[in-house]
């Protein structure tokens, strides 16, 4: 069951109730149109990875600003940003066994669907698929580009899938995928360019051996928030498929451009608000949002509002602030914005987006409420 909004458009900000997932509307419009234009001059397209923010309203956004479409990462997710209005979706995945193949053939019906495979198996049962349903659909090959974890090796091994997409009725070889997971956290401008330096020279190897059997690519894809911009410049990838710049986390904030400079081409957007539950020392105050209001896979979140101030050691439904650093200790009752760890998991706990105009402003209010349509939206 879908719970109440913790908030409704026209209140002030100081009533939304918590835990609630923040949305500051204004740098999120600024860091979608940033991306846009970064595309724009580059010359290559843009299609946003939808698992980030698992919300057809921020992909119709993306879209207006000139986006080709979404990524997506599972079957219930494209399902839900089709139904949602969008209407060209990427999975850049793979996906196994027989109904999830069969949901997606059948969503072909209804949008422009694309799938990645790594296997001469998987492409047979891609096939078998597509046929049952009467579609037909786009698929990539995903190539092990240095992350080491799906992908199929470069070169011969990739063509040979390629070759059988391309002599199945009901598939149609779109491209390739390359897309360096690891990457994107690398934390010195030099490590994620050797890496995506590497990464593109397996696929200028698998292009060449592509063009040997007389198969080109429309699609190159790749990239991610931490390396989009290494992508764009190569003149290699065609399509970028970054995620969180929409939001942007703790943990990508921890990069460094490559003159060593704090990585801030985006704003921070999403953030998770909490409520002071208890205060039973000097040093140290409870908040109302532990666990299941904050991934905590890339570290804890960050407190900008209270200098000093550390969040540590979360339960189910508690977070703890170090408070031995602070000038100001907040009261019982006071209200935090953190920042959260990794912005991914952290949406896919929460029910609703308070969209939140002049968030840092005495005159903050909420503007919008979203649902989060594609929370749980891992099968």
């Not at 998770?272 to 208890?278: K, Q």
């Amino acid at each position: 069951m879908t719970m109440p909004a913790p908030a409704r458009p026209g209140m002030p900000f100081d009533d939304v109730d918590t835990p609630a997932l923040i949305v500051d509307l204004d740098a999120l419009e600024r860091n979608l149109e940033r991306m846009a234009d970064l595309a724009g001059r580059h010359g290559v397209r843009l299609r946003p990875h939808a698992k980030t923010h698992k919300s057809p309203v921020i992909a119709l956004r993306q879209m207006a600003l000139g986006a080709v479409g979404v990524c997506c990462q599972k079957v219930s997710e494209a399902e839900t940003m089709v139904r949602g209005g969008v209407g060209d979706v990427l999975l850049t995945n793979e996906i196994a066994g027989a109904r999830k193949l069969e949901r997606l053939a059948w969503l072909a019906h209804e949008a422009r669907v694309g799938v990645c495979t790594d296997s001469l198996a998987n492409v047979r049962d891609l096939e078998r698929a597509a046929a049952r349903a009467g579609v037909r659909l786009d698929v990539l090959v995903e190539i092990d580009c240095g992350g080491r974890r799906c992908g199929a090796a470069p070169g011969r091994p990739a063509t040979e899938i390629a070759c059988a997409i391309a002599g199945s009725p009901h598939l149609s070889f779109a491209g390739l995928h390359a897309y360096h997971g690891s990457a994107q956290h690398f934390r010195t401008g030099e490590e994620r360019r050797d890496a995506i330096a590497l990464a593109g020279g397996l696929v200028q190897e698998t292009l060449a051996v592509l063009g040997r059997e007389g198969l080109s690519c429309r699609i190159v894809g790749g990239a991610g928030t931490g390396t989009f911009e290494l992508e764009a410049a190569s003149g290699i990838w065609n399509e970028l498929q970054p995620g969180s710049y929409v939001f942007m986390d703790a943990d990508y904030a921890r990069n460094q451009k490559a003159d060593g400079g704090r990585f801030d081409s985006f704003e921070h957007a999403l953030f998770v608000l909490a409520t002071v539950m208890s205060t039973p020392s000097p040093e140290r105050a409870i908040l109302d949002a532990g666990h299941k209001a904050l991934s905590n896979d890339s570290g804890f979140p960050e407190v900008p509002g209270l200098p000093g101030a550390k969040y540590h050691r979360p339960s189910d439904e508690h977070g703890i602030l170090d408070l031995t650093g602070c000038e100001h200790r907040p009261g019982l009752g006071d209200k935090l914005l953190l920042i959260p760890g990794h912005c991914d998991p952290t949406v896919n706990l929460h029910d609703w987006y308070v969209g939140v105009r002049g968030l840092h402003t005495p005159g903050a209010h909420v503007a919008s409420v979203w649902r989060v349509a594609a929370r749980g939206a891992i099968f």
